[in-house]
């Protein structure tokens, strides 16, 4: 399985700083979602309702659950799939980064200098980050 690694090269590094090892990694397309689903559920997913959730293909979903999984970020259990640990930690780090988001996107709203799509006063997809999720 080849998966972004710290201390080997990486999309955008040579050296595979950790950082940009992480980056590479959820810069992948669903890797992020498949976080924000397994955050928002609270509880393990199944294959088909992480699929479900997260509007994904099997063959992507399987490609980055493979990945994460031997990442450490997300782990599979009987009851499905959830994040690990350091999953749960990674969840808590970017949260600030969502935040930020959210009131950069209501500046840029307020300034006319943001898409429509980014005005926070319209409806937001309810599978986004999680405001409030203690203990994720």
């Known amino acids: 399985m080849k998966f972004p690694k ?28 498949i ?6 559920a609270g509880q393990p997913l199944t ?8 509007e994904t293909n099997p063959s992507l979903l399987n ?3 493979k990945e994460l999984r031997a990442a450490a970020i997300v782990v599979h259990h009987t009851g499905g799939y959830s994040l ?3 999953g749960k930690a ?10 930020w988001a959210v009131a950069w996107g209501a500046r840029l709203a307020a300034e006319g200098a943001a898409p429509a799509a980014l005005n926070p006063t319209q409806d937001t997809p309810e599978r986004d980050w999680p405001r ?4 994720q």
């Open 90 to 99: 990674l969840v808590r780090l970017i949260m600030p980064l969502d935040e």
């Open 63 to 65: 490609t980055r659950l």
């Open 47 to 54: 294959f088909r309702e992480l699929q479900a959730v997260a």
């Open 132 to 135: 409030s999720k203690e203990g």
């Open 84 to 86: 690990s640990e350091e």
């Open 35 to 40: 976080l924000w689903e397994l955050a928002h």
């Open 6 to 33: 710290p201390g080997q090269p990486v999309r955008g590094s040579r050296t595979g700083h950790p950082t940009m090892a992480l980056l590479d990694l959820l810069g992948r397309r669903m890797s992020l979602r």
